[in-house]
């Protein structure tokens, strides 16, 4: 990870995503940009632009951050969001407690055009945290 992706936390591999006009939203507010690693912009660009022009595009409205210096939950390895190389989307339906697809709500399609970029959802991976997008294990 570190080999590929640089020291989590260092901010010098952040590029600015613009995802004007894809109705982004972080609690309610319009998000133009999106801070993330420079390896996977173009990758998530790609991602949320087909799924703001498919029937889930609300799910954007939900997005909930990708660029968080941070532990994983509940561990001591770096997140993935530590380097820019992770996006939560709807964390109220998706939770890590809520297991998909039984109770958690993030669409198949919606993972689909995740992988379909070769991003894993841990929903569809691990059963729960459905919310989490990354581009590796
Ligand atoms: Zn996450």
């Known amino acids: 990870m570190v080999r590929f992706f640089g020291r989590p936390g260092d901010e010098s591999n952040l590029v600015s995503l613009n995802v004007t006009g894809l109705g982004v939203k972080y609690d ?33 409205a939900k997005y909930a951050g990708c660029y968080n210096p941070r532990s994983m939950r509940g561990g001591k390895r770096p997140s993935k969001h530590s380097w820019g190389a992770a ?27 995740f992988a379909r970029e070769g991003w894993i959802g841990l929903g569809w991976q691990i059963g729960r945290d459905s919310m989490h997008f990354q581009p590796t294990r």
């Open 87 to 113: 996006i939560d989307l709807d964390p109220d339906h998706n939770g890590l407690k809520t297991s998909w697809p039984i109770a958690a709500t993030m669409p198949i399609e919606v993972m689909e055009k």
């Open 28 to 60: 309610g507010q319009a998000v133009r940009s999106i801070r993330c690693h420079e390896l996977v912009a173009e990758s998530l660009g790609r991602v949320l632009r087909r799924i703001s022009e498919g029937p889930h595009r609300g799910i954007l």
